[in-house]
């Protein structure tokens, strides 16, 4: 699949490896979101622990509502307030709030934004709920995001397909990352394969991996050999390698 979200109550997620249940498919998607918005958006490892055996439209009401700094609807000035005060909110931020329904608020944000509040609103389609995002490239994103966490001895470039590695010392390494579930009687896929093959032939990258999540049908890498990079003399050396990579890290607590 694809497209991973939810309209209102239906949710569309993936049953893989250990994503096999509603709590940790949600885990997954609300990490896959992160990779696609800015910080000021993004869900805490704290938020989407304890909010997932929640639907998804509830803990993206839930995060507006801790980012408005509302604890209760209707909205209850916090006890440790000096002063209680009348609250105004915004056209945008009424109609939400008047459109949907809202859960259970457990603790507020520490850091209030009423205009980070009004950016998810708006990709969540207001009261509509609705949210859909690209597996492809949020999967893309997420690997790209792990692998700069350690940038002390290479140089990382990224296109909308792929990651490209240049260590200080090594050859330089071509990923591509690929949102597909691989099946070990057939771990190869043909078009796949043809854009490694041409990236060795035509570029410096003579190293090129083809990551796909890993999966219990898929846990170990394959080297993949093609004769005519064999008999290639510039193509030398070269490293075609089919790699399964975990998101099992996503689940820890």
């Not at 944000?109 to 609705?130: M, N, P, T």
Request: charged fraction near 25%; aromatic fraction near 12%; glycine fraction near 4%.
């Amino acid at each position: 699949m694809s497209a991973l979200g939810f309209i209102k109550d239906i949710e569309y997620l993936v049953n893989f490896d250990k994503f096999d249940d509603s709590r940790s498919q949600r885990r997954l998607f609300l990490e896959f979101y992160n990779t696609q918005v800015g910080e000021d958006m993004k869900f805490s490892r704290a938020e989407i622990c304890f909010n997932s055996s929640k639907l998804l439209s509830e803990i993206f009401v839930i995060k507006v509502c801790s980012l408005l700094g509302i604890n209760s609807i209707p909205f209850i000035k916090p006890l440790n307030s000096k002063k209680i005060s009348r609250v105004y909110f915004s056209a945008d931020i009424h109609n939400f709030l008047s459109g949907v329904k809202i859960p259970k608020i457990g603790n507020i944000s520490k850091k209030i934004s009423f205009d980070s509040a009004k950016r998810i609103i708006k990709l969540i389609g207001g009261s509509k709920l609705e949210l859909n995002i690209d597996a492809g490239d949020a999967f893309k994103n997420f690997v790209l995001n792990k692998l700069l966490k350690d940038q002390k001895s290479r140089y990382i470039e990224h296109t909308h397909n792929s990651i490209s590695i240049i260590p200080s010392y090594e050859e330089p390494l071509m990923i591509y990352p690929f949102w597909e579930m691989v099946d070990k009687s057939k771990p190869l896929i043909d078009e796949h394969i043809q854009k490694a093959i041409d990236c060795i032939k035509q570029s410096d990258f003579k190293q090129v991996y083809l990551v796909y999540p890993k999966t219990s049908d898929f846990e170990k890498h394959i080297e993949v050999k093609i004769r005519e990079l064999e008999n290639n003399i510039a193509c030398s050396g070269y490293v075609l390698k089919v790699i399964p990579y975990s998101l099992r890290s996503i689940l820890r607590n």
